[in-house]
């Protein structure tokens, strides 16, 4: 019976399940935190993902595994040295101190250039804004880049010793083409200067969906506690995967409440919104996949939890004893920004508040709050993608 290891390496915890491969029917599971953070920095060291990903292995019990696949966390930047060593904690997906970047980057070359060269309009989250940061802040630890990866790519680096990604998790750097199915260095060249060098040396080869990305090292199996010679698939992007594991079709519409929000689908043509509100990616399996974010989802209910000094739990309970609309309480939940260039600093609002107002009716407006702002992200998808 062959057994297959899937790894989930999130922005809070790794997860892994290992399963048999030929049922589907799962055998074991582990988990293991990562670093909290909280924006507008929100950073981790790349080394704690390994070590997450090392504790939840450990707890399956499992040491004979066929197989192995990185699912991650979009966007983030790792960088590493010529020695293959991380230069600095990475910056996450949910990051915003390269907003300033990302509004330039618009402000100088336009929206719709954007979206024609790469799918998407950058904004603090994407890969390349984090690189213009680095360049900006940090010219001494930028000069010695010799790799950029992605979360997913460097745990799948450690597993197997090569600098490969996938195009899913590529197409959310804002330096890959989805309709191309290429990298666009020139974006680099033209948005962080050439200098002496190469940026298409500095990136990850971009593997198809059923390229494997090598075979695990002996040190890795030894760290992991594995034996065998285990195969390790070209991962993806946590939303690719999502999709790829509900077996998404053209039409179906997704909708993700986490610590962010995504509204997406799957789509046989490449996708290029001009406004920004849809993100141009590609999937997992050859084709693309449009897709909303918003960083404020579970954020604001875990903020109105605290703030009316409640668990999430008693969160819940008090939300469902208030009538739908909340008695006139409206929560815009824009608590910590949003994925434009030009909100990088929107704050949350809180109207219709009376005398008579309870936690109640609060907590129903913060998830109300939430879910209008996935049914907005749905209506951006429909205009965008022609759901």
Known sequence: ??????????????????????????LATGRAPHPPTTPPRSEQDPNAWWNALVDSVEQTGMRDIAAISVAGQQHGLVVLDDNGDVLRPAKLWNDTESAPEAARMVERFGAQSWAKACGSVPVASFTITKLAWLAQHEPETFARVRAVLLPHDYLTY?????????????SGTGY?????NAWVPE?????????????RDRLPTVLGPSDPAGVVTPEACNELGLRGAIVCGPGTGDNMAAALGMALR??????????????????????????????????????????????NA?????????????????LDQLALRAPSGSGG????????????????????????????????????????GVVCGLLDGLDALRAAARV
């Open 1 to 26: 019976m062959p057994v297959v290891l899937g790894v989930d390496s999130s922005t809070q915890a790794t997860k892994v399940e290992v399963r048999d491969a030929d049922e589907g029917r799962l």
């Open 158 to 170: 450690r597993l197997v010793g090569r600098f490969v990604t996938d195009r899913g998790d590529a």
């Open 176 to 180: 890959w083409s989805p309709a191309d």
């Open 187 to 199: 974006l680099l060249e033209q948005t962080l200067g050439t200098g002496q060098v190469v940026w």
């Open 250 to 295: 053209p039409g179906d519409v997704a909708l993700s409440v986490g610590t962010s929000g995504t509204v997406y689908t799957v789509s046989e043509a490449p996708s290029a919104d001009p406004t920004g509100a849809v993100a141009g990616f590609a999937d997992a399996t050859g084709r693309f996949l449009p897709l909303v974010c918003t960083l």
């Open 298 to 314: 579970t954020l604001v209910t875990d903020a109105f939890a605290r703030l009316i000094s409640v668990d999430t739990e008693t």
């Open 329 to 368: 309480v409206v929560v815009v939940p824009y608590l910590d920004g949003e994925r434009t260039p030009n909100r990088p600093d929107a704050t949350g609002t809180i109207a219709g508040i009376r005398t008579d107002t309870g936690r109640e009716q609060l907590a129903r407006a913060a998830f109300e």
